[in-house]
């Protein structure tokens, strides 16, 4: 599997983004996620989709912004980020596994396949 993350860019606050992570292979039993990281810092947990796009789970500090939605028949995950806000600055990678998360969606060591990341700037 191979994911290929797109969308990134300089978006002032208060704006709105959409990424889209494209991935080779038959992603749709897999469970995916995204995440971000900046340099010298741990990688955050942004939001996670089960393989069917009907359970989904976000971190505290997106919650209310930002949704993760997917389209199996095209393999791609998206993110519709809304309100953006300057620490939302960040490289934002997708993620997936085939394996069963459960309560650790956002423990980046569940994943075993990752994008390269793609860079979101939000100006004050």
């Known amino acids: 599997v191979q994911l290929q993350a797109s969308g990134g860019g300089l978006v002032q606050a208060g704006g709105s983004l959409r990424l889209s992570c494209a991935a080779s292979?038959?992603?749709?039993?897999?469970?995916m996620g995204w995440f971000r990281q900046d340099p010298g810092k741990e990688r955050e947990f942004v939001a996670f989709?089960?393989?069917?796009?009907?359970?989904?789970y976000y971190g505290d500090s997106v919650k209310g912004r930002f949704t993760i939605s997917r389209d199996n028949a095209k393999n791609t995950l998206y993110l519709q980020m809304n309100s953006l806000k300057p620490e939302d600055t960040a490289a934002y990678l997708c993620?997936?596994?085939?394996?069963?998360?459960?309560?650790?969606?956002?423990?980046?060591?569940?994943?075993?396949?990752w994008g390269q990341g793609t860079l979101v700037t939000v100006s004050s």
């Open positions: 292979g038959h992603t749709f039993t897999y469970n």
């Open positions: 993620a997936a596994t085939s394996r069963r998360v459960g309560a650790s969606a956002d423990d980046p060591t569940r994943y075993d396949y």
């Open positions: 989709s089960g393989w069917s796009g009907s359970v989904t």
